[in-house]
């Protein structure tokens, strides 16, 4: 039999649980981690139809697409790169043409491609640090949608058994769960800043945070709360049970 209280710290646990999974999930699959913006006049410049075919169809090259996001109000997120360019323009020029979004999506074997010193120089070296920060970044979340997958496995096979003992082993998962999301935000603002170092923003053009990454770091408070009250639950009702063993023996 468990105390009201602590199918309450339960519940209120799986909720917060399924909302941090939700906002992981929509993060990681959306590209508005990071965010380009020009000056007006940016994206009607005549090569802007090269920049975005090359950006589309051209080969995998850091340097070629970072400098593509500069200039076409790019969004930048953990598995999609996208940019805004003008549409097919008829054979006369538009006055205000119309933005048109379009997406690449990093590929599995892309995603380690190791960085250099020097995007786009294969010669100055391999930088380490940038190279597994950006593995961490992708690894980190799908290990944590992982360990939530998990923990709720055993919380259904807890319900199975009647048994609030594993809870113990849920509230762990969604701690280590936690710590992965937020190793995923601080990989990837650490990576941002290496790679703006290395690759000065073109005069006019300014970077900033989008929802994406808030999502992702709003879901790791969210599961380190669940975590805190799954770990509650079960120390709770095992110090109960202990008690009322006790009394009964005596």
Known sequence: MVDNRYATALVIGSVLSLLATVYLSVAVGT???YQYRSLPGNHEASNASELREDFINGEFDEKTYSDTLFRLNGTLGLWWRCVQAPGQSHWFKEPDPKMVTQCVSFTLPQ??????????????????LRT???????????????????????????????????TLGVGVLH???????????????????????VSVLP???????SWSLYLALISSPLQMMAAALFLWAARSHRQNYTRMTAYRVA
């Open 31 to 33: 590209q508005h981690w």
């Open 203 to 209: 005069e006019g053009v300014d970077g900033s945070l």
């Open 111 to 128: 995603q380690f491609v190791p960085k250099y010193k020097e995007p786009g120089n294969h010669n100055t070296g391999e930088d380490l």
């Open 132 to 166: 597994y920060l950006w593995r961490c970044q992708f690894l980190l979340p799908l290990v944590s949608l992982a360990l939530v997958f998990l923990s709720g496995l055993i919380g259904v096979c807890a319900c199975l058994c009647r048994s609030i003992t594993p």
């Open 175 to 197: 701690l280590l769960a936690g710590l992965c999301s937020l190793g995923t935000v601080c990989c990837f603002l650490a990576g941002m800043d290496l790679l703006h170092r």
